[in-house]
Each structure stands twice: as C-alpha cells, then as structure tokens.
C-alpha cells in the first residue's frame, strides 16, 4: 500500500497545476495536454455545441414515453439531475444561465452515452429558482428560495426517482448553493437508509484546472468569480443566443479584509475559506455590483470555453461508466454495508417496479431517529 509521503504526482509545465496519479488525474492530464483540434474532435463527439434539448422529446425522462424510459433504465439506472437556478447575470446574460450551462453539458453526456448503447437518463432540473448565499439578497432578476424549500425538493425528488428504480443518483450542480445539496443528500440518507450511490458534483470545481488562466492562446485570464469571462464563455458556446455582448459591462467586488483568506469561485487557490464560508467581510453584491457581474465579461469568447467543457464532459463520463461497471444496472452496493437495514428487508423494494413481490419506497418503515414528513 502507498504510503501518503510517497504519492505520486502529475505536473504539468504551470507550477499551480498538477494531477493525482489515476484514473482522474490522468484523465485531467491528458485534456490538460490535448491540442486546440483535439478539443474540437472531444466536442464533436458530444455534439457541443447544440439547441437545447429541454423541449426534444427523448431526451429527457419527463419528455420521453414512460415505456422508453423504462427500456432505457433497464440497461442504465444512472440518473444525473442538473441543478440551476434564476439569478441576475448582468444585462447581457439570461438569469437561467446556471440552468442551461448544466443541461447542455449532460445533453452532451447523455448523447455520448446513447452512441455507446447504454444511453444515461436525465431529470428536469429540480430547482428552476434555487437557493442563494446571503449576499445575492436584494438583486432584481435574482429569486431566492429557503435552504427548507431547496433541500425538501432535492429530498423528494430523490426519493421518487429511487422509488421508480433509479438507484444511482448524480446531481450536477451550477449554482452557488452547494452547501443546501450537500445537507439534501446526508438527510436522505439518514431519514430514509436507502442503498445506492448518491452524489452531488459542483461541475466548475470538478475541473477547476482548466478555468486557470495560463499562457495559451485558448485560456482563459481572469478567474472564475460570477457573470465574468468564464461563465460568459461557456455561454457563448453552449447558447449564444441567449448572450448579448452588445451591453455587457465590467464590474468589481468590494472587499474589506486583505486578500487572502477567501477563495474563488472553484478554489483555484485553496486559500483557508471557500467564498460561502462567510458574510461581512465584502459588500453584498446589491451595494458592490449592482451591474449583476464579478468580473471581465468583456473579454469572453467561445475558444476559452472549449477546453474546460471537454474537460468536465469526459469527467461526467468517466463517473457514469464507473459507477455503471462497478455497480450494473439493477444492482446496488450491499445493503447492510451502507444502510442499517438488511438484506431480507430491503428485498421487496428493490425489484423491479410493478414486477411480482415488489413494494414501493413509500411502504417502507421509518428506521431510527431522523423522521420528517
């Protein structure tokens, strides 16, 4: 066994940036590495950039017929769940930003997997509306939800999909309301001890490397805040029409601490805070940004966005086939390894829907001390 002192590390030639030696980080390394062409060829094989597939029948379990849904998730039970929200983005930008960002990328997941015949299936993103740190209060065009409302929807929502036989469960969040997901998750798991495999993934940290601005012509030189280069970039490529660069405006944050403490967006610096880990130690974005943005949107363009989109896209994908080869679909982790409840139990509710002997989730007994209705 490796010993922590002996890990081994990929560099690359930016001394900020380096991979864990495995299947991640060499994953990581080689997008890191790949050509402009390669990028484009990585693209094309997810059909990025396309027409937002929300309204597509087919592709996605709301607006697909329930017996193709059925089809589909008998050779997949992997459902990954985008989760946006409505929140001022500047004049240029639409407030769904958040929103399509996470679709159209796991559009592009589930079109590669459907190539791979073993198609993924999507859920209708959750939370239209979302919930928001402190500091957003106030922002026209910005519609804020309780953390209540936020992590009893992600709750429920959960608990139907896994009813209906989708027992692996990724949400793939693009707002800044990460901490409300994460507590959705836990208090799943400890009011319902349900096997399967339960995640939420913040898609911008997740590859937080390729938003690092670096000395290539493809990258990006700002770094990843709010309504700025970045997001603006992902925007123009995933959905330019939705984009109006024509009224963009530049804007700062005011802060009155040194610098230093808190971090960015996805942690580029691994400073001891991450930005939502506080309030008061900056203006709210009402009196310091009313403009909507953090940042130089400015400078945006579709080829900064390329690479970091390739990279999150072979990412999500090297979750899904993970979790799919380790755990088929219809089977689960063990039962008494990851809940309290036992084999004999749980057997009934994981069958097949409406197939002889099965029970619904919603007969199951309450176990222990965290019951909600």
Known sequence: MEKPKDKKWILTDNPAIKFEDNTVGRLKKQIWDASEEEIDAILKEYDIPSEPELGKA?????????VKVIEKRRKNDIVFVPIGCTENHGMHANSGLDTF?????LEGVRRYTAKQGREVSLAFPPLNYGGHPYHHLGMPGTVIMPKEVVEETIIY???????????????????????MLESAIQEFMKRFQLPGIF????WHRAVREFFYPTDREDSLETHFVHADEAETSVGLLLFPDMIDMSVVED????SFLPDGHFDKSVDPF???HRWSEGEGHAAIERAATPQGVVGKPSIASVKKAKRPIAAILKYLTLVH???LDAFPAGTVPPVEKITLRTEKEMEPFLKEPFSEGWKSVYELPPMGVFYKL
């Open 58 to 66: 087919g592709t996605y379990i709301q607006n697909t017929p329930r």
């Open 101 to 105: 960002m996470v679709t159209q990328i």
């Open 157 to 179: 929502m959960m608990l139907g999909l896994w009813n209906d036989g989708f027992r692996k469960i990724i949400l793939v969040n693009n707002h800044g309301h990460l901490w």
């Open 199 to 202: 995640q939420v993934l913040d």
């Open 251 to 254: 804007a700062e944050g005011e």
């Open 270 to 272: 691994g400073r001891p």
């Open 321 to 323: 086939d993970q979790i």
